[in-house]
């Protein structure tokens, strides 16, 4: 039983302290769908979410991320494609396109992208922290005008339900703690 306890505190460690890259923290140097596959993975596994190489395929085809440049993947796919991994879990494609369409209208893919996951961390710090403060200060409105409206509540609803799935996943495939 003690085992179980440690392991579900490591648990809700690993996700108060999550981080998902920035930006500009996100490499623009052009890479490989392979390379973009292993970059996601690699941000993504610790939540347990996972894409592949015929995803990132279908995406492109259904024109919700832009083609690849000579066969490789920029800054700008790559976050679309970090969101679209992370929104699967709770929207369908079509959702998914509609709401990037929305925010492509209204904001740049940097603010847009940046605004998500400062509320993503928010909101996992805010389901599996003990209580304590958020260190999160960049969920701030991204056109920074503070035009929240509609656009801060469909983020707000979206993280909420990301995390709530992501929770009962974790849970489920737990179930003995």
């Not at 941000?43 to 440049?69: C, E, F, H, W």
Request: with cysteine; hydrophobic share 40%.
């Amino acid at each position: 039983m003690e085992m179980e306890r440690n392991e579900l505190k490591l648990y809700n460690e690993t996700f108060v302290e999550y981080h998902l890259p920035r930006y500009k923290e996100i490499p623009d140097v052009g890479l490989l769908l392979e390379q973009t596959v292993r970059l996601i993975n690699g941000y993504l596994d610790p939540l347990g979410v996972r894409i592949t190489n015929s995803m990132i395929s279908n995406y492109v085809k259904q024109r919700i991320i832009a083609r690849p440049i000579k066969k490789l993947y920029y800054r700008d796919q790559i976050a679309a494609l970090i969101f679209i991994a992370l929104s699967k879990t709770v929207l369908s494609l079509e959702g998914i396109a509609k709401y990037l369409n929305m925010q492509r209208r209204s904001y740049s893919e940097a603010a847009a992208y940046n605004y998500f996951c400062a509320h993503f961390e928010k909101g996992l710090h805010d389901k599996f922290s003990d209580g304590s403060a958020s260190q999160h200060s960049d969920a701030t409105d991204p056109a920074d005008t503070g035009k929240a409206g509609n656009d801060a509540f469909l983020v707000s609803f979206l993280v909420q339900a990301i995390v709530e799935c992501i929770h009962l996943q974790y849970r489920i495939s737990h179930s003995d703690l």
